[in-house]
Antibody, heavy 128, light 108 residues
Framework: QVQLQQSGPGLVKPSQTLSLTCVIS??????????WNWIRQSPSRGLEWLGR?????????DYAVSMKSRITINPDTSKNQVSLQLKSVTPEDTAIYYC??????????????????WGQGTLVNVSS | DIQMTQSPSSLSASVGDRVTITCRAS??????LNWYQQKPGTPPLLLIY???SLQSGVPSRFSGSGSGTDFTLTIRGLQPEDSATYFC??????????FGQGTKVEIK
């Protein structure tokens, strides 16, 4: 079965870069059906989609407008993983970060997609 | 961005009750509405996708309905293990994908 295993530091200092990795097993980061997303969750912002990467003959990225100047999501085909980098973090970036697969699912609604597989989550605290 | 509004924010119900959670979108979703269940310390779990399709392995007491901007998650015969927070999420056309703020279900 498909599993996503996250890793990365739980504590990042303000102004530094948050870096997380999500290793994919049971599927391919180069899948031409799935997209690989980062989502975070905090009491103040709830569940917040940050961005995605996906392969459809070439690589594409989409990012939340609020993140666009600070975020990079990269695939690594040699390790079958996807990474998140968030620059210039502040305490407001404290959250649980999840990677998640956005996948097409058969439904009466053609083209239905949902986050069907999630990583275990990484609590990242931004503090000096 | 499409805004998602859930109600109520929390509810308390007894085992065996029927529970209804509502999700309203700021524009029509053409059915691209999903529901998730989240228990403390775990990631969200997909329950329902495409308004009413049950994800594999999810008990049949969970069902979804709706159209346009208004959608409903129903739990028929509430069980103790259904104590959780439930989120709606839209996957209409293109990102940003957005979530409702959540409904916490407590068992009396």
């Amino acid at each position: 079965q498909v599993q996503l295993q996250q890793s990365g530091p739980g504590l990042v200092k303000p102004s530094q870069t948050l870096s997380l990795t999500c290793v994919i097993s049971g599927d391919s980061v180069s899948s031409n059906r799935a997209a690989w997303n980062w989502i975070r969750q905090s009491p103040s912002r709830g569940l917040e989609w940050l961005g995605r990467t996906y392969y459809r003959s070439k690589w594409y990225n989409d990012y939340a407008v609020s993140m666009k100047s600070r975020i990079t999501i990269n695939p690594d085909t040699s390790k079958n993983q996807v990474s998140l980098q968030l620059k210039s973090v502040t305490p407001e970036d404290t959250a649980i970060y999840y990677c998640a697969r956005h996948s097409p699912l058969e439904s009466a609604v053609p083209g239905s997609r949902a986050f069907d597989i999630w990583g275990q989550g990484t609590l990242v605290n931004v503090s000096s | 961005d499409i805004q998602m509004t859930q109600s109520p924010s929390s509810l308390s119900a007894s085992v065996g009750d029927r529970v209804t959670i509502t999700c309203r979108a700021s524009q029509s979703l053409s059915g691209y509405l999903n529901w998730y269940q989240q228990k403390p310390g775990t990631p969200p779990l997909l329950l329902i996708y495409g308004t009413s399709s049950l994800q594999s392995g999810v008990p049949s007491r969970f069902s979804g309905s709706g159209s346009g901007t208004d959608f409903t998650l129903t739990i028929r015969g509430l069980q103790p293990e259904d104590s959780a927070t439930y989120f709606c999420q839209q996957s209409f056309t293109k990102p940003p994908w957005t979530f409702g703020q959540g409904t916490k279900v407590e068992i009396k």
